[in-house]
């Protein structure tokens, strides 16, 4: 028998440790019935969901919360914005004719608003202290999220906040209000004719207004033009809007709408323009 090694039925023992790390090796394979090279571990096998695919690793937990998609609890879908038009305009006529009913103005109804808030809609509206949107449409607190600007121009605070209500509190529609008899818009209207001379920040609203008195056809009747430029700058803030904020533009995708609107002073009416 060779050296170095033990009778037959006795454990055979390696003649150097280098043997024996080998020995314990091929021991190891054998037992797990495969073959592995010297040196080199064996891999782990990967986790399988029941369909047979690798199952993906978790994504890291982010700083922030992330908000859902205007369309997650349906809130973006194109019924819901018709059914928030609906509503505008039913508490609109409530207003024209007086018999308005005034809701979520009660105690109980404050302390319920404590938790958060959730509006049907967003409105974008001029400044002027005759068309304010929560009395004009009959509404109440918690209903409207509503943002006010003289002749409803855009800069970057109003495009933010209306990007919050579409993004964070999933309103459907939002609705660009003018109104008839616009003071801004005349102010833009005396700029262009030479009549009007505004300074400070006045004049960048002003000037933001002219795009619009220019874009208007020429009318002789003065009321009836004023009419015409409110109405052109309603449509052309909507259009802007859209083109400014790529929040609102894929959420158009989803069923969100942004509808513009003039309102009367003398009837209290509001009107969907086309």
């Known amino acids: ?63 922030f919360p992330v908000a859902a998609p205007a369309s997650a609890d349906g809130a973006g879908s194109p019924d819901r914005a018709e059914q928030s038009w609906r509503k505008l305009a039913a508490g609109n006529e409530r207003f024209v004719s007086g018999r308005q009913k005034h809701p979520h103005e009660s105690l109980r109804w404050r302390e319920k608003l404590v938790e958060g808030q959730k509006p049907f809609a967003a409105v974008l509206g001029c400044g002027d202290s ?14 409207l999220f509503t943002v006010r600007a003289a002749g409803e121009v855009l800069d970057g605070s109003v495009v933010g906040s209306l990007e919050y209500a579409v993004e964070h509190l999933h309103v459907p529609l939002v609705v660009i209000l003018g109104h008839e008899s616009c003071g801004a818009v005349k102010a833009a209207i005396d700029l262009v004719n030479g009549t009007g001379h505004f300074t400070g920040d006045v ?18 009747d003065k009321a009836r033009f004023l009419a015409a430029c409110v109405a052109e700058q309603t449509r052309r803030t909507a259009t802007l809007l859209v083109e400014r904020s790529t929040i609102i533009r894929e959420a158009l995708q989803h069923g969100v709408k942004v509808v513009p609107a003039s309102y009367e002073l003398r009837t209290g009416r509001v009107t969907r323009l086309g």
């Open 1 to 63: 028998m060779a050296e170095g090694y033990a009778r037959r039925g006795e454990r055979s023992q390696p003649t150097s440790p280098a043997e024996h790390l080998r020995g314990r090796r091929r021991d190891r394979r054998r037992r797990s019935g495969s073959r592995v090279p010297d040196g080199h571990r064996r891999r782990r096998p990967r986790s399988r969901v029941s369909d047979g695919h690798p199952r993906p690793r978790p994504l890291p937990r982010l700083p």
């Open 130 to 143: 005759r068309v304010p949107p929560e009395l004009v449409f009959d509404e109440g607190l918690g209903d």
């Open 203 to 220: 004049s960048l609203l002003v000037r933001a207004i002219e795009p619009a008195v220019r874009a208007t056809p020429a009318d002789p």
